[in-house]
């Protein structure tokens, strides 16, 4: 679980009630990745000798095929393990108060983004495709009366789910920030009045 004394700008009264990463079937490509590099060299390992067997037959060859191997294997599990910090860094945590929107960008990059609930104006849940709907992953987009237009949990667990508890955290939030403001200029608060 995530604690609110380590989130950035922390709320009074602040609640977490989801912290999101993408859905793990977003990683079906890295465990390909992992596959091909495993598997790539034993298979040119194995067929080389047969297609060019002067290149084993000395020394100085088999050290080279060795090295161009292992740099070739390095760069590809740096790649892959660059991209698995990704998936495993971004992060959205959906509060009562807000939501944060945590992105790793590169290994030595992060991006924090903040938005105060009561300022949204529209959320929308998209799901494309067979395995998105088999599957129950897709996007979230959160449209702001802010300079941002767009807030997007990307290839997030049930987004249709997510969405509304949003829209209803959000309208909470609104009513709270409205009652503050009547509060504050000490006007009457004329909402929960019958109207003849």
Known sequence: MISL???????????????????????????????????????????????????????????????????????????LFQS???????????????????EQTGLFSRTVSELRLYRIQDVTSHVNGFIATVFDYGNVEIQTAGEKEHFVFENIPHPTRISKTILDLSELDRKQHLDEAVEEFGMPDTSHTDQK
């Not at 912290?19 to 590099?37: D, Q």
């Not at 992060?91 to 009562?96: E, H, K, M, P, S």
């Open 84 to 102: 698995f910090l990704d998936y495993l860094l971004d992060i959205w945590i959906v509060t009562n108060k807000r939501i944060l929107n945590i």
């Open 5 to 79: 004394n380590r989130l950035p700008n922390a709320v009074a009264d602040e609640q977490v009630v989801h912290v999101l990463r993408s859905h793990p079937i977003t990683l079906w490509w890295l465990f390909g990745g992992i596959a091909f590099v495993v598997l790539a060299p034993l298979a040119v390992w194995t067929v080389l000798p047969s297609v060019a067997p002067e290149l084993l037959a000395d020394q100085p060859s088999q050290a080279l095929i060795m090295l161009g191997g292992s740099i070739f294997c390095l760069f590809i599990w740096l790649f």
